[in-house]
Structure formats: structure tokens, C-alpha cells
């Protein structure tokens, strides 16, 4: 219990005095994970949108595939685009393996389902209340849409936030596309797996403690939206 007190009052220290090397596993893991869940949303909003505001043959069976892409194995994605990216893959040209880049394609399919599924059920939600208003301003399928994203944001930025957290959080697909190289594809998650396991607890746990902030961070955000989205909606 002693070393694990001095262990937690070295990582304070450290998170406290913006260590160097913290701060660059820190920045890493903001700058792909934040650069994933714009991606993602980029790709999952209107996917979301689309099948929200639409009725096709099949239409059921895509929301099964949606709804279990959520679940994708993290480990099952970082295999899937390291053997894309790998020298022998179709992608392998590109030299992303190993890199950033890399770790953004594996958390941006990771993210991209759960953006997809949830945007869906919130737009598909708005769309059955105001559906009647939409016909009776002849509205078409682009202007439903955008008028439903509009009004649905603050329910969609926390789909985003929800995105971005599991971005952050994530470890198995990252360490096998980016190899966890120090000073170039280490962040907050890989590291610590590498610390602990070296017995460096210090670093270790300023960056848990940091990934814990951020996870707080994250939820309080979440929460003050869900609120302004009740008072946007009585206002």
C-alpha cells in the first residue's frame, strides 16, 4: 500500500507539472481520437438520417446489421486494417501501418456504427412527431433531413460525445495498427497498458488519472446537453 501511495503522489506530481512525455501520449490520444469521432460522424450522421427518414425492402435487416455493428470486436477491426494496410495488402502502398493515420481508419469503423445507430433512433424519433408538418410543407428527403439534424443536434452532439469516449477508451485495435512506437503512435490507452506492465505505476496512473478526467469530462458534458435539449424543446 505504501508504493502503491508514493506511486499515485509521483503521478500527481507528474500530471501537475505537464510532464513531457504525458503530455505528448495525451495530445496523441486527443488529436486521433477527436479526428475518429469527426470522421465517424461524417460517415454515420446522414447513413442515420437516411434510414431514419426512409421506408426500402430490407430495411429491417439493416438495422440488425446496424445495431449489431455496434458491437464490432475491437481486436477483429485492428486485424481487418492492419491486413489491409500491411505490406502484402491492398492498401499497403499507402505506408499507413504503423502510423497515426492508421489508428484513425481503426477507430473511425469502430465509432462510425455506434454514430449510425444511435443518430438513427433519435431522427427516426423526431421524424415520426414532426412527419406530418414535413409532407405538408412538401418538403424533400435532402430537406428533411437537414431540417431533422438541425433540430436534433444536441441530442446528436451527445451521439458524438458518446463516439469520442469510445474512441479514447479504446486499446486492442489501436495497438495492433499503430504498434504503440514511442513518440509516434503511443497513446494514453497502449501506454498504460506498457507502463504497468514495465512497473512504471507513476506514469501509468497520471495517464488513468487523465483518461479518468476526460471520461468525467465527457459524461458532464453529455448531461448539461440532454438539458439544454429538454429546455430548447419546452422553450
Same mark, same amino acid.
Request: proline share 3%; hydrophobic share 55%; with cysteine.
Given at each position: 500500500m505504501?508504493?502503491?501511495g508514493?506511486?499515485?503522489?509521483?503521478?500527481?506530481?507528474? =500530471?501537475?507539472?505537464?510532464?513531457g512525455d504525458l503530455v505528448e501520449i495525451v495530445g496523441l490520444s486527443l488529436r486521433v481520437s477527436l479526428t475518429a469521432t469527426v470522421a465517424a460522424c461524417a460517415i454515420g450522421l446522414p447513413?442515420?438520417?437516411? =434510414?431514419?427518414?426512409? /421506408?426500402?425492402?430490407?430495411?429491417?435487416?439493416?438495422?440488425?446489421?446496424?445495431?449489431?455493428?455496434m458491437g464490432? @470486436? @475491437?481486436?477483429? &477491426?485492428?486485424?481487418? =486494417?492492419?491486413?489491409?494496410l500491411s505490406r502484402a495488402g491492398p492498401l499497403g502502398f499507402l505506408g499507413l501501418l504503423y502510423t497515426p493515420a492508421a489508428m484513425i481508419v481503426a477507430q473511425t469503423i469502430l465509432?462510425?456504427?455506434? &454514430?449510425?445507430?444511435?443518430? /438513427?433512433?433519435?431522427?427516426e424519433d423526431m421524424h415520426a412527431e414532426y412527419a406530418d408538418h414535413f409532407r405538408s410543407l412538401c418538403l424533400n428527403t435532402r430537406q428533411t433531413v437537414q431540417a431533422l439534424l438541425w433540430d436534433a443536434r444536441y441530442a446528436l452532439l451527445t451521439v458524438a460525445l458518446a463516439g469520442f469516449g469510445r474512441a479514447v477508451a479504446e486499446v486492442g485495435a489501436v495497438m495492433i495498427v499503430g504498434g504503440?512506437?514511442?513518440?509516434?503512435?503511443?497513446?494514453m490507452t497502449t501506454a498504460i497498458a506498457l507502463e504497468t506492465s514495465k512497473g512504471d505505476l507513476p506514469l501509468a496512473?497520471?495517464?488513468?488519472? &487523465?483518461l479518468m478526467v476526460l471520461a468525467l469530462g465527457v459524461n458532464a458534458l453529455v448531461h448539461s446537453l440532454r438539458l439544454t435539449a429538454v429546455r430548447q424543446a419546452y422553450a
Amino acid at each position: 500500500m505504501q508504493d502503491m501511495g508514493e506511486a499515485l503522489a509521483v503521478a500527481m506530481t507528474l =500530471v501537475l507539472s505537464g510532464d513531457g512525455d504525458l503530455v505528448e501520449i495525451v495530445g496523441l490520444s486527443l488529436r486521433v481520437s477527436l479526428t475518429a469521432t469527426v470522421a465517424a460522424c461524417a460517415i454515420g450522421l446522414p447513413i442515420g438520417a437516411l =434510414v431514419a427518414t426512409n /421506408r426500402f425492402p430490407g430495411r429491417g435487416a439493416v438495422l440488425v446489421v446496424m445495431n449489431a455493428l455496434m458491437g464490432l @470486436p @475491437p481486436v477483429v &477491426v485492428g486485424l481487418i =486494417v492492419y491486413l489491409h494496410l500491411s505490406r502484402a495488402g491492398p492498401l499497403g502502398f499507402l505506408g499507413l501501418l504503423y502510423t497515426p493515420a492508421a489508428m484513425i481508419v481503426a477507430q473511425t469503423i469502430l465509432i462510425a456504427p455506434i &454514430v449510425a445507430a444511435l443518430s /438513427r433512433q433519435v431522427i427516426e424519433d423526431m421524424h415520426a412527431e414532426y412527419a406530418d408538418h414535413f409532407r405538408s410543407l412538401c418538403l424533400n428527403t435532402r430537406q428533411t433531413v437537414q431540417a431533422l439534424l438541425w433540430d436534433a443536434r444536441y441530442a446528436l452532439l451527445t451521439v458524438a460525445l458518446a463516439g469520442f469516449g469510445r474512441a479514447v477508451a479504446e486499446v486492442g485495435a489501436v495497438m495492433i495498427v499503430g504498434g504503440n512506437i514511442d513518440h509516434m503512435t503511443r497513446v494514453m490507452t497502449t501506454a498504460i497498458a506498457l507502463e504497468t506492465s514495465k512497473g512504471d505505476l507513476p506514469l501509468a496512473l497520471g495517464l488513468g488519472i &487523465v483518461l479518468m478526467v476526460l471520461a468525467l469530462g465527457v459524461n458532464a458534458l453529455v448531461h448539461s446537453l440532454r438539458l439544454t435539449a429538454v429546455r430548447q424543446a419546452y422553450a
